[in-house]
Each structure stands twice: as structure tokens, then as C-alpha cells.
């Protein structure tokens, strides 16, 4: 809606001078209709615009900032911010103020193209970033990571002529280390990485097939509490919850838990494994363990899963109290 009259007629001056390329005078005009009526988002927008055309993008910010306060749903003002932000290279903060703004119109052309631009910037600057540190990585002779760092790099972009190059240098060496490593292992060493590796392919029952042999290798041998016993039992539950063998999970957590008790990953998959086959008492005493943790240790996304599983539990034993 119009503001008011005094305060429109200033920004019909203010419209007079942008359009003849007196920008300084044209934001003289919008800030004299905004101290009359700060309330009006169209006034800090053209301001805003006034500010890009002048590349004074810390003013630009501000006013953009100014225009949401005004009209949370105006969403020009979004995409006024997000292209302050991305002239300042604050990326993060563009992405967000383009979300905001998506949240308010989902089908705005100018911030879906602007994040569509911006999230193949950000994939193009990261990969770029890959490459730099997979050839530091190999002028130290850290050839493990730097092919690791490629595979990072190559999920990103896969078909990238530099990634490819490297890679053809990179592989062949690692692939000798590989060779040359795994020659050394154990037979259950050799279990569990093929274990390992058939986990990679989705092929559940094989790796679980590995695992076992690894777990009563080490048993045999009296090291059923040994880092690799551990190791062999928590790939061998994550397996098993893939399949919904909820039983499988339960036990093989049970025996990581007995040796490390305050194993998050082990307390979380329980917890969801009992909850799968209603044990819903135990899976809230494994998830309030969880959450008694160090918020540090237990990570922010298993402080909200468990939070969420908490309350879920805490409402279903509730009606299972009512119902008795």
C-alpha cells in the first residue's frame, strides 16, 4: 500500500534520479521517505539498489536488512540482501537470506536462479579446494589421503578433467600401498575389510558373512574385546539395522557397550533397535544415557535425534500406562 504522501513524493524524486544515474541524490530522496515512514519496504529497496549501482555493499546490506524489518514478506528484500551478501563473499549468509526468501515465495525466479548459481559456485570453489590440498597431500607423500581427498572431489564432480588427472598420478601408488598393506594383514583383518567393502557396495548379507568370520577369528584367538573385535561387531549391527534385523543390532551394540560403555553410535542404534521391536522402556534409557553425554561427544545431529526420540518414547510408554 502507498505510503505517506510526503513520503511518496520523495521517492518519486528519489525514482527521478536513479533512473538519470544520480544515485548519492537518489538515496538522499529514499532516506528522507523512510524517516517519514520506515515502514514501507519498497523505499529501503530502492535504496538498496541505489547502494549496489554504487558497489557500497555494506550499505547495501543494511538497507536490504531494513527492507525485511519493514515487510518480513516482501520478498525483494531478500534478494536485495542475498546480493549484498554475495558481493561481500559471505556465501553462508547469502544461501540463508535466499532460504528465507524461498520460505516466503518457494517459486521467485531471481532467488532460485541466484541459489542455483551460488550452490554451483560454492561445489566449484570446494572441489577447487579438494584439488589444492590432494596435491599437498602428495608432495608429502601422503598418498592414502590424498586419494581419499579425491574421492571427495570426484563425488562432487565427477567427470572433472583436473580430478581425473590427478587421479591418474595419484591411483596407480595407491593402489601399490594398498596391495602392499593388505599383504601384511590377518586373516580377520582381511574379513572385516572385506566386510568393509562389501558394506560400500549395499551388499549387506555378504558383509555381515565377513564380519562373523572376523568376530570368531578373534575369539578363537581370546581377543573378543579387542579394537578390531569392536570394530567387526559395530560395522556388523550397522549391516544388520540395513536388513531390520533388530535382534542382530541389539546384540552386537550389547557387546560393543560392554567394552565401551559410552559408545554413542552403538547407544543410538540400540536405542532405535529396541524401539523397532517395542522394547520402548530400554530404548528410552539408552537415549536419556545418550543425552546425559557431553554435548561435544555426542554431536548436535544425535542430541536432536535422540531429543526427538525421547519425546516420541516418553508419549508411547505413557499410553501404554494409560492402556494398563
Known amino acids: 500500500m502507498p505510503g505517506h504522501p510526503r513520503a511518496e513524493a520523495f521517492k518519486a524524486d528519489g525514482n527521478k534520479y536513479f533512473k538519470g544515474g544520480d544515485f548519492k541524490a537518489a538515496i538522499a530522496k529514499y532516506r528522507e521517505a523512510t524517516a517519514i515512514d520506515p515502514n514501507v519496504p519498497a523505499y529501503w529497496s530502492n535504496m538498496a539498489a541505489c547502494y549496489e549501482k554504487l558497489s557500497a555493499y555494506d550499505d547495501m546490506e543494511e538497507a536490504a536488512r531494513s527492507c525485511i524489518k519493514a515487510d518480513?514478506?516482501?520478498?525483494?528484500?531478500?534478494?536485495?540482501?542475498?546480493?549484498?551478501?554475495?558481493?561481500k563473499n559471505d556465501l553462508e549468509g547469502c544461501i540463508k537470506a535466499?532460504?528465507?526468501g524461498l520460505a516466503v515465495d518457494s517459486t521467485n525466479r531471481d532467488?532460485?536462479?541466484?541459489?542455483?548459481?551460488?550452490?554451483?559456485?560454492?561445489r566449484g570453489e570446494t572441489v577447487a579446494a579438494y584439488i589444492r590440498k590432494c596435491e599437498e597431500q602428495t608432495a608429502n607423500g601422503d598418498i592414502p589421503g590424498?586419494?581419499?581427498?579425491?574421492?571427495?572431489?570426484?563425488?562432487?564432480?565427477?567427470?572433472?578433467?583436473?580430478i581425473e588427472r590427478m587421479m591418474g598420478r595419484v591411483k596407480p601408488k595407491y593402489d601399490r600401498m594398498e596391495a602392499q598393506r593388505r599383504s601384511?594383514?590377518?586373516?580377520?583383518?582381511?574379513?572385516?575389510?572385506?566386510?568393509?567393502?562389501?558394506?560400500?557396495?549395499?551388499?549387506?548379507?555378504?558383509?555381515?558373512?565377513h564380519y562373523t568370520k572376523c568376530i570368531e577369528g578373534l575369539k578363537r584367538?581370546?581377543?573378543?574385546?579387542?579394537?578390531?573385535?569392536?570394530?567387526?561387531?559395530?560395522?556388523?549391527?550397522?549391516?544388520?539395522k540395513q536388513i531390520s534385523n533388530f535382534d542382530g543390532v541389539i546384540e552386537d551394540c550389547t557387546a560393543v557397550l560392554e567394552v565401551d560403555p559410552e559408545n554413542v553410535k552403538a547407544l543410538v542404534r540400540r536405542a532405535q533397535a529396541f524401539e523397532g521391536v517395542e522394547r520402548y522402556r530400554f530404548a528410552l534409557q539408552d537415549v536419556k544415557t545418550v543425552l546425559a553425554m557431553p554435548?561435544?561427544?555426542?554431536?548436535?545431529?544425535?542430541?536432536?535425534?535422540?531429543?526427538?526420540?525421547?519425546?516420541?518414547?516418553?508419549?508411547?510408554?505413557?499410553?501404554?500406562?494409560?492402556?494398563?
Open 146 to 162: 590424498a586419494y581419499k581427498t579425491l574421492e571427495l572431489a570426484s563425488r562432487l564432480d565427477a567427470g572433472n578433467p583436473d
Open 295 to 324: 554435548y561435544a561427544k555426542v554431536g548436535k545431529a544425535n542430541v536432536d535425534m535422540c531429543n526427538m526420540m525421547q519425546h516420541r518414547l516418553n508419549r508411547t510408554v505413557q499410553q501404554l500406562k494409560s492402556g494398563n
Open 72 to 87: 518480513k514478506n516482501f520478498v525483494k528484500g531478500y534478494f536485495r540482501l542475498a546480493t549484498a551478501l554475495k558481493a
Open 111 to 122: 532467488l532460485k536462479s541466484m541459489k542455483k548459481d551460488l550452490t554451483e559456485l560454492q
Open 221 to 240: 584367538r581370546g581377543e573378543a574385546e579387542s579394537d578390531l573385535a569392536i570394530k567387526a561387531h559395530s560395522n556388523r549391527a550397522a549391516c544388520y
Open 184 to 209: 601384511n594383514l590377518s586373516p580377520d583383518e582381511v574379513h572385516k575389510e572385506r566386510g568393509d567393502d562389501s558394506f560400500k557396495n549395499a551388499q549387506f548379507e555378504v558383509a555381515i558373512d
Open 98 to 100: 535466499l532460504e528465507s
